[in-house]
């Protein structure tokens, strides 16, 4: 079956930018979209469309694609920011539309 | 305002059946997918299948296919997850999320989310 690779962590200190990777190899012909899940509450759409911010998210967040592999960025990172983020993507097959990420432990040290 | 309320948490045991619920208003509840999310304790997101309330097509994850069922009623704007036979290894956090309107496949909405909890 299609896997998203995510690392499983990343730690940054406040004001610092973080980037998190998912790799893919359907990425270069299907869109990436990015969630937030904050502890014990639902995940929350961050990026879509490899790089669109939907309204109300902070432009600190950011995404790119590149090849089979695209990156969330959050630029200038808050204490809030502490959270999982999973990417999520389609196979190219058309099987399994909603494929998600391994997931990404983002620490605000 | 975009909202879907989840039904409450649910504590049953191995073999029994459950059917959780997922209620959406502000928006027209029949033009939009709706799909289920599990996510097992402390691990990641997984796509069990997805309905459109207003014809009740329903897809599911081949992971899933056969293990739940997946329906909806349009005249109370809520989609359904059912299991006819629980087991321990369905103990998880589920949630609905509403498919965006678009050909895209994402998520723009999501409930809260409804921990059920098998165990003898």
């Known amino acids: 079956s299609y896997e998203l690779t995510q690392p499983p962590s990343v730690s940054v200190s406040p004001g610092q930018t973080a980037r998190i990777t998912c790799s893919g190899d359907a990425l270069p012909k299907q869109y990436a979209y990015w969630y937030q899940q904050k502890p014990g509450q639902a995940p929350v759409l961050v990026i879509y469309k490899d790089s669109e911010r939907p309204s109300g998210i902070p432009e600190r967040f950011s995404g790119s694609s590149s090849g089979t592999t695209v990156t969330l960025t959050i630029s200038g990172v808050q204490a809030e920011d502490e959270a999982d983020y999973y990417c999520?993507?389609?196979?190219?097959?058309?099987?399994?539309?909603?494929?998600f990420g391994t997931g990404t432990k983002v620490t605000v040290l | 305002e975009v909202q879907l309320v989840q039904s409450g948490a649910e504590v049953k045991k191995p073999g029994e059946s459950l059917k959780i619920s997922c209620k959406g208003s502000g928006y027209s509840f029949t033009s939009y997918w709706i799909g289920w999310v599990r996510q097992m304790p402390g691990k990641g997101l997984e796509w069990m299948g997805i309905i459109y309330p207003g014809d009740s097509d329903t897809r599911y994850s081949p992971s899933f296919q056969g293990q739940v069922t997946i329906s909806a009623d349009k005249s109370i704007s809520t989609a359904y997850l059912q299991w006819s036979s629980l087991k321990a290894s369905d103990t998880a956090m589920y949630y609905c999320?509403?498919?965006?309107?678009?050909?895209?496949?994402?998520?723009?909405?999501w409930g809260q989310g409804t921990l059920v909890t098998v165990s003898s």
């Open positions: 999320a509403r498919h965006a309107v678009t050909t895209f496949n994402y998520f723009d909405y």
């Open positions: 999520q993507s389609a196979d190219s097959s058309g099987t399994s539309p909603y494929v």
